[in-house]
């Protein structure tokens, strides 16, 4: 059984700086891309950052140059560091993993979310 549990949400003022942290557990292989998303409210669930198992990035145009995505192999986390965060920033963000348990096959994983709040 493999769970991703996120950490690191809040409420921040406009202009401030959150840190999300995702870590992957359970009977796990091996771990390919990493990735962040968000989902607002009466919106559709967005791509907000991936990371290969490489350290290769690709970031939505609406967060690139003030969010910056990294992962620790060694301990099957990734994280996102958000800066300069704005209003529209605001959703709910799931972290998600494509990854191989032992004895079963590539799939992906979603974590339950944690609420980012940019509000002054």
């Known amino acids: 059984q493999v769970q991703l549990v996120e950490s690191g949400g809040g409420l921040v003022q406009p202009g401030g700086s959150l840190r999300l942290s995702c870590a992957a557990s359970?009977?796990?292989?091996?771990?390919?891309?990493m990735g962040w998303y968000r989902q607002a409210p009466g919106k559709e669930r967005e791509l907000v950052a991936v990371?290969?198992?490489?350290?290769?990035?690709n970031y939505a145009d609406s967060v690139k140059g003030r969010f910056t995505i990294s992962r620790d192999n060694a301990k099957n986390t990734v994280f996102l560091q958000m800066n300069s965060l704005k209003p529209e920033d605001t959703s709910v963000y799931y972290c998600k993993a494509e990854l191989l348990t032992y004895g079963g096959r590539w799939r992906d994983y979603w974590g339950q979310g944690t609420q980012v709040t940019v509000s002054s």
């Open positions: 990371i290969t198992s490489g350290g290769r990035t």
């Open positions: 359970g009977s796990i292989f091996n771990i390919n891309d």
